[in-house]
């Protein structure tokens, strides 16, 4: 999945250093709307006493909104929310629901009807409807977390397009976990890969 990552963006340059000439003169929408269905992918780790974490996928919907200051500048706010199950070994955790609006900036690239672009920004991730599972308590502490993202618009008309989006969030939390013995303070890493494909519209 790194080399996908890493062969949009190689792409994108290639695109927009072949397509320049082609699309000096042409104009740009403001505002665009992407409404997409995810997969959100976390990656956990050993956090808890060196034993495994597993975190479950999610497949949800997601809608963002993106401001172009420039034609090729933009700034793109993610919204979306999902439910995780989590265990870790033989126990389980219960599951957690989370909502890690994202902030990205990004450079968008023209190559006919194909807009390939890059961004990087923050997120602020809320932790809520937690679920115990067999412990008596998990507490999930909000936090802040980073963003890498590439993809590509594909252009169906002056105002439809279709997408397709990789984003990675760089996420830790701090989770109190009580057993009924005692209050155990574990750094998790959530780290989630999250991909998608949608409908966008210009406006």
Request: aromatic share 14%; no cysteine; net charge negative.
């Amino acid at each position: 999945m790194k080399n996908l990552f890493l062969f949009i963006l190689l792409a994108s340059f290639s695109f927009n250093l072949n397509a320049q000439d082609d699309t000096a003169t042409d104009d740009y929408n403001k505002w665009q709307a992407r409404l997409r269905i995810v997969s959100v992918i976390p990656s956990p780790g050993d956090n808890i006493n060196g034993a495994d974490v597993d975190i479950s996928t999610a497949f949800v919907p997601e809608l963002d909104f993106t401001y172009f200051f420039t034609k090729n500048i933009a700034l793109e706010l993610i919204l979306a929310t999902a439910k995780h199950n989590v265990e870790v070994e033989d126990v389980d955790l219960g599951h957690v629901w989370l909502l890690p609006p994202t902030l990205n900036l990004q450079y968008h690239f023209y190559a006919n009807k194909f807009k390939p672009y890059v961004g990087a920004g923050v997120n602020y991730t809320i932790f809520y409807g937690v679920d115990e599972g067999d412990v008596v308590g998990m507490d999930y502490e909000n936090t802040f977390g980073f963003s890498l993202q590439t993809g590509v618009d594909y252009i169906l008309n002056d105002k439809w397009f279709l997408n397709f989006d990789i984003k990675k969030l760089f996420l830790s939390t701090d989770v109190d976990v009580d057993s009924g013995e005692g209050i155990l303070p574990v750094e998790v890493d959530i780290d989630p890969l999250i991909i998608g494909f949608g409908i966008g519209m210009k406006f």
